[in-house]
C-alpha cells in the first residue's frame, strides 16, 4: 500500500502501523516512546515559552525546504525570538485520502532532521485523515515548549528607546517569491530558494554578546514592514527604514516588480530582526555575520522621535514615505 487511505485514520490496525513503521521510526526519543496518551517530560525550571502554528503551504515541497522542515522552523522561531530556549514540539497531521506515504515519510524525515539541527524533541503527535478532496494534500500543526532562563529578557514596551537599532539577519522576501515561482499557475525556471532555516541558534550568538536586545522578530507572512510596524504600535516608538541598507537579492526584486509584490510585505522564514540598543549594534552585526544564516545582516533604520508612532522609509531618491499594515491577502498559502 502506498497511498494514504481513510483506515489510517480510524485509529486501528492501519493507524498502528503507520505510527510505528514512520513516526515512531524516525521522531524516535525517549519521551515520544513512552506511547502514552500524553507525554510526560521533565521538569522544566524557569519561565516557560508556549507557541502553536498550523502549516498549510502550497506547494508541500518547494526550493529551500518543504512543509515538514517549514513546521520545525516555524516553531522553533517563534520561541526563539521571545528569549526562549525551544525544548519540546507537538505535531498533528491532517492528511488527505490518496496521499502518497513515500512523500509523508520525506516530510517526517525532514522535520527529523530539523528538530536534530535545533536539538528539540518531537514528543507527541496526532494524525487524521479526511476524504479525498477535504484538505489539500497535508496540514501540520504544531505546539513548541521553550524555556526562558533570564525573565529580564522577555519584551517590555518600554524598553525601546531613541536611537536604538534596528538590524536584520539578510535578505528578505526568499520565502514568499519562492513559492510563487513554483505554483502551478506560474511556470518559470528560477534558481530563488525559500530561507527557510531554524535561528535558534542564531538568536543565542545574539543574547551572549548583548544584554541590550530590546526585542526580535521572525517576519514571516507579512514581511518586514507588518512585523515593524507592530512593535511600533507596541512600543509607541516611531522607526525610520533606509531603503539602500534593506538586502534583497537582485532576481528576487526582480520578480516582485514582475509580480507587483512589495518585498517589504513579503513572506520570510529564516530571518531575524531585532532592536538594539546604538551602543551595541555594531558589535551583535558582527556576531550575526559570523553565523552561517546572518551573513549578510545589516543595520537599516533606527528609532526615531516623533509626535506620534509611525514607521517610515528613507527612499533611495531620498522621500520619506509612511508604511502601514498591508489590507487584503497578499500571497495566500505560504506558509
Given amino acids: 500500500m502506498d497511498k494514504i487511505t481513510l483506515a489510517h485514520g480510524s485509529g486501528g490496525e492501519e493507524t498502528h502501523k503507520l505510527i510505528e513503521s514512520l513516526f515512531y521510526k524516525h521522531f524516535d526519543n525517549d519521551i515520544l516512546l513512552q506511547k502514552n496518551d500524553s507525554s510526560v517530560v521533565d521538569r522544566i525550571s524557569g519561565n516557560i515559552a508556549i507557541t502553536t502554528d498550523s502549516f498549510v503551504v502550497n506547494p508541500i515541497f518547494f526550493p529551500g525546504g518543504d512543509i515538514g522542515k517549514l513546521s520545525i522552523c ?3 522561531n ?3 525570538v521571545s528569549y526562549a530556549k525551544p525544548l519540546y514540539i507537538t505535531v498533528g497531521f491532517i492528511i488527505e485520502e490518496g496521499f502518497s506515504i513515500n512523500a509523508l515519510e520525506e516530510i517526517v524525515k525532514s522535520m527529523k532532521k530539523t528538530a536534530n539541527y535545533a536539538n528539540v524533541k518531537i514528543v507527541a503527535g496526532d ?3 479526511v476524504e479525498k478532496g477535504k484538505c489539500d494534500k497535508i496540514y501540520i500543526n504544531t505546539t513548541g515548549i521553550g524555556l526562558i532562563k533570564d525573565k529580564s529578557h522577555i519584551m517590555s514596551k518600554n524598553n525601546i528607546k ?5 538590524i536584520i539577519s539578510g535578505t528578505i522576501a526568499d520565502h514568499g517569491i519562492s513559492i510563487m515561482t513554483k505554483r502551478e499557475f506560474f511556470e518559470v525556471d528560477s534558481e530563488i530558494k525559500s530561507d ?3 535561528l535558534n541558534h542564531l538568536a543565542n550568538d545574539i543574547l551572549k554578546v548583548s544584554k541590550n536586545i530590546k526585542i526580535m522578530r521572525d517576519p514571516t507572512r507579512g514581511g518586514l514592514a507588518n512585523t515593524l510596524k507592530e512593535i511600533v504600535n507596541l512600543s509607541n516608538k516611531s522607526i525610520l527604514l533606509n531603503e539602500k541598507d534593506i538586502p534583497i537579492k537582485e532576481d528576487v526584486q526582480n520578480f516582485c516588480e514582475m509580480l507587483g509584490l512589495d518585498p517589504l510585505y513579503t513572506a520570510n522564514e529564516g530571518k531575524l530582526v531585532c532592536i538594539v540598543s546604538k551602543e551595541d549594534a555594531d558589535k551583535v552585526v558582527e556576531v550575526m555575520q559570523e553565523n552561517g544564516l546572518g551573513k549578510q ?6 528609532v526615531i522621535y516623533d509626535t506620534k508612532p509611525n514607521l517610515y522609509i528613507k527612499t533611495e531618491l531620498g522621500a520619506i514615505k509612511t508604511l502601514q499594515m498591508a489590507q487584503g491577502e497578499n500571497l495566500p498559502r505560504i506558509c
Avoid at 531613541?162 to 534596528?166: A, F, N, T
Avoid at 545582516?297 to 533606527?302: A, H, P
Wanted: with cysteine.
Fill in 196 to 198: 527557510c532555516a531554524c
Fill in 74 to 76: 516555524g516553531t522553533v
Fill in 78 to 80: 517563534d520561541l526563539s
Fill in 162 to 166: 531613541e536611537g536604538d537599532k534596528i
Fill in 127 to 129: 494524525t487524521k485523515v
Fill in 297 to 302: 545582516s545589516k543595520i537599516i533604520g533606527e
